[in-house]
């Protein structure tokens, strides 16, 4: 059966032939290159450069270097340490912190510090530096912190130099889960007071193995090795300072002129490789890693306060129109992966399975439920209802939130979802708007496309608790106000015993699909490509950025 409608599957067919023909040449070429350089040089040992400076091509450049941001979490991380750090087994593993243990009643957490650490302005890493961290979250000294904290902070104090005890307002057993994530970067309190909100933005102090040097707008930033580096988390390589002497961090935003840049050797490594090339390169000799984030993955939320998605059985036909798996397998070449859970992604503790398969391609499904919802089909084949045509408005954040292999995925939904009378709106959003806010209320969009990394399930509280006037939550994209989903979810976060809990998460999932409220569309990935003469980078589990605390040049 042919899941994606003819002209699209024949449109991406003969894109893709074009493009394969011509990789499989350089491909070719590339192959024979490397085989002729390996076997002049395979007698040859790579020996370590001393230092050097690493060449790294980021895709996005942030407005600050630490903030909510996920690009700025991949930046702060190697400017500013965390208390704790995840494994690649996703265990909680010291950092800052040489220890921590809750409450019996799990609304108090004592965190005792490494001793000696400072900042790099010379300043202690104490107790008294780690309450203020808590608090300035809290305020919104990062917005992606404090929505964390929210509804679970209460105070932080330090007990003596080197222990600070956090207490809360309601239980959070993966509490210390969540300080894994750079937003959670421990800064120095003396910058936070003295120096002014640009330079804590340009230049934030914290003791981690990079200072920032020099920030050149609209082309890199330079980070400086930080010589008496002590602190690096439990699952890092290596102790003391980074081998490395410098990292040249570039924002390469278009991914083509990306690739080249590590074909040609001006970078070392690069971020967010596409899905067209990660084979080829592979081939080329390029060391590739690909990490699936926890949380949300990219889906797509229904407004339900506004507009035909009101209707649940509008959602749900909108869910049945779309061979999503067929779509993102095409476009994303076994890179990408399918995600059907529209509440989080498959790397999340308490995924449910049964929630990512509610929902099959079923275009004849899709045009029942429309029929029986009284949208009928005009001569242009989109659907209305009382005089108003099914158009509905699907923005997106292009070049910050959706990359180009998501943008061709959205396409691909646009015309599937037009078979069955859909007529659906993309609006590309460059990144000035969409950070400004563009598209965010409830009047100005019928779906939002979107993701959001975390650790744990603890995320959908993020993602669904209901906005009210006195306590708005501004990324509830569904705009829903629903008290036994909200139930779930907070029962879900206190609950102690992990089976019991991931059991709690997967009931909300399965609520947000049996009601058609988000579904999922690809896994957010993670990606990098390195050349062969940079060692030792790793990816952080937590978020899935890069590492070059133990990276290495060689020759």
């Given at each position: 059966m042919?899941?994606i409608?003819?002209?699209l599957?024949e449109?991406?067919?003969l894109?893709?032939?074009?493009?394969?023909?011509?990789?499989v040449?350089?491909?070719?070429t590339?192959?024979?290159?490397?085989?002729?350089a390996?076997?002049?040089?395979?007698?040859v040992?790579?020996?370590?450069?001393k230092?050097?400076?690493i060449e790294?091509?980021?895709?996005?450049?942030?407005a600050?270097?630490?903030?909510?941001?996920?690009?700025?979490?991949?930046?702060s991380?190697?400017?500013?340490?965390?208390?704790?750090?995840l494994?690649k087994?996703?265990?909680?593993?010291?950092?800052?912190?040489?220890?921590?243990?809750?409450s019996?009643?799990q609304?108090?957490?004592?965190?005792?510090?490494?001793k000696g650490?400072?900042f790099?302005?010379?300043?202690?890493?104490?107790?008294?530096?780690?309450?203020?961290?808590?608090?300035?979250?809290?305020?919104?000294?990062n917005?992606?912190?404090?929505?964390?904290l929210?509804?679970?902070?209460?105070?932080?104090?330090?007990?003596?130099a080197?222990t600070?005890?956090?207490?809360?307002?309601?239980?959070?057993?993966?509490f210390?889960?969540?300080?894994?994530?750079?937003?959670?970067?421990?800064?120095?309190e003396?910058a936070?007071k003295?120096?002014?909100?640009?330079?804590?933005?340009e230049?934030?102090?914290?003791?981690?193995?990079?200072?920032?040097?020099?920030?050149?707008?609209?082309?890199?930033?330079i980070?400086?090795?930080?010589?008496?580096y002590?602190?690096?988390?439990a699952?890092a390589?290596?102790?003391g300072?980074?081998?490395?002497?410098?990292i040249d961090?570039?924002?390469?935003?278009?991914?083509?002129?990306?690739?080249?840049?590590?074909?040609?050797?001006?970078?070392?490594?690069?971020?967010d490789?596409?899905?067209?090339?990660?084979?080829?390169?592979?081939?080329?000799?390029?060391?590739?890693?690909?990490?699936?984030?926890?949380?949300r993955?990219?889906?797509?939320?229904?407004?339900?306060?506004?507009?035909p998605?009101t209707?649940?059985?509008?959602?749900?036909a909108?869910?049945y129109?779309?061979?999503?798996?067929?779509?993102?397998?095409?476009i994303?070449r076994g890179?990408?992966?399918?995600?059907?859970n529209?509440g989080?992604?498959?790397?999340?503790?308490?995924y449910?399975e049964?929630?990512?398969?509610?929902?099959?391609?079923?275009?004849?499904?899709?045009?029942?439920?429309?029929?029986?919802?009284?949208?009928?089909?005009?001569?242009?084949?989109?659907?209305?209802?009382?005089?108003?045509?099914?158009?509905?408005?699907?923005?997106?954040?292009?070049?910050s939130?959706?990359?180009?292999?998501?943008?061709a995925?959205?396409?691909?939904?646009?015309?599937?979802?037009k078979?069955?009378g859909?007529?659906?709106?993309?609006?590309?959003v460059p990144?000035?708007?969409?950070?400004?806010?563009?598209?965010?209320?409830?009047?100005?969009?019928?779906?939002?496309?979107g993701y959001w990394?975390?650790?744990?399930?603890?995320?959908?509280?993020?993602?669904?608790?209901?906005?009210?006037?006195?306590?708005?939550?501004?990324?509830?994209?569904a705009?829903?106000?629903?008290?036994?989903?909200?139930?779930?979810?907070?029962?879900?976060?206190?609950?102690?015993?992990?089976s019991?809990?991931?059991?709690l998460?997967?009931?909300?999932?399965?609520?947000?699909a049996e009601?058609a409220?988000?579904?999922?569309?690809?896994d957010r990935?993670s990606?990098?490509?390195?050349?062969?003469?940079?060692?030792?980078?790793?990816q952080e589990t937590?978020?899935?950025g890069p590492?070059?605390?133990?990276?290495y040049?060689v020759?």
């Amino acid at each position: 059966m042919r899941h994606i409608p003819s002209h699209l599957e024949e449109s991406i067919i003969l894109r893709s032939r074009s493009l394969i023909t011509s990789l499989v040449v350089l491909g070719l070429t590339a192959v024979a290159v490397t085989g002729c350089a390996e076997s002049s040089t395979s007698s040859v040992t790579a020996t370590r450069v001393k230092g050097g400076t690493i060449e790294y091509g980021h895709q996005q450049e942030p407005a600050c270097v630490f903030g909510g941001w996920i690009e700025q979490a991949y930046l702060s991380y190697q400017v500013i340490d965390n208390l704790v750090s995840l494994d690649k087994d996703h265990k909680v593993v010291p950092w800052l912190a040489e220890k921590w243990t809750p409450s019996d009643d799990q609304l108090s957490w004592t965190f005792t510090l490494k001793k000696g650490v400072t900042f790099t302005d010379g300043t202690p890493v104490d107790a008294a530096a780690v309450a203020y961290n808590f608090d300035h979250w809290a305020k919104g000294g990062n917005s992606t912190a404090q929505v964390w904290l929210h509804g679970y902070y209460k105070s932080a104090e330090a007990v003596d130099a080197n222990t600070v005890k956090v207490t809360l307002q309601k239980p959070y057993p993966r509490f210390a889960d969540n300080l894994t994530q750079s937003y959670f970067g421990i800064q120095s309190e003396h910058a936070l007071k003295t120096r002014s909100e640009e330079q804590n933005c340009e230049a934030p102090i914290g003791s981690g193995a990079f200072t920032v040097g020099k920030w050149n707008r609209g082309q890199d930033i330079i980070l400086k090795r930080n010589p008496n580096y002590t602190s690096p988390p439990a699952n890092a390589k290596h102790t003391g300072a980074a081998y490395a002497d410098t990292i040249d961090w570039k924002f390469v935003a278009d991914p083509t002129t990306r690739v080249a840049t590590l074909r040609s050797g001006e970078t070392d490594a690069i971020y967010d490789v596409p899905a067209i090339e990660w084979k080829t390169l592979k081939n080329e000799g390029f060391q590739e890693l690909k990490y699936v984030t926890p949380g949300r993955p990219q889906q797509i939320s229904f407004n339900t306060a506004e507009g035909p998605f009101t209707d649940e059985r509008v959602r749900q036909a909108f869910a049945y129109s779309l061979d999503r798996k067929k779509i993102v397998e095409t476009i994303g070449r076994g890179v990408i992966p399918y995600e059907g859970n529209g509440g989080v992604s498959q790397t999340t503790p308490g995924y449910s399975e049964t929630a990512a398969d509610h929902y099959d391609y079923d275009a004849k499904k899709a045009q029942a439920l429309l029929d029986a919802a009284g949208w009928t089909k005009g001569s242009d084949g989109v659907r209305a209802k009382d005089g108003k045509r099914l158009e509905v408005v699907l923005p997106y954040g292009a070049g910050s939130i959706i990359n180009a292999d998501g943008a061709a995925i959205f396409q691909g939904i646009q015309e599937q979802a037009k078979a069955v009378g859909f007529a659906v709106k993309l609006v590309p959003v460059p990144p000035s708007a969409f950070f400004a806010g563009a598209y965010s209320k409830q009047t100005e969009r019928d779906l939002a496309v979107g993701y959001w990394t975390a650790v744990n399930g603890g995320i959908l509280d993020i993602n669904w608790r209901p906005s009210t006037a006195d306590d708005p939550n501004f990324n509830n994209a569904a705009f829903l106000d629903d008290p036994a989903l909200e139930s779930s979810i907070v029962e879900a976060n206190s609950t102690r015993d992990i089976s019991a809990q991931n059991a709690l998460y997967a009931k909300a999932q399965n609520y947000i699909a049996e009601h058609a409220l988000s579904i999922g569309v690809y896994d957010r990935l993670s990606t990098l490509a390195v050349s062969p003469k940079l060692k030792g980078v790793w990816q952080e589990t937590a978020q899935g950025g890069p590492v070059f605390y133990d990276a290495y040049l060689v020759k």
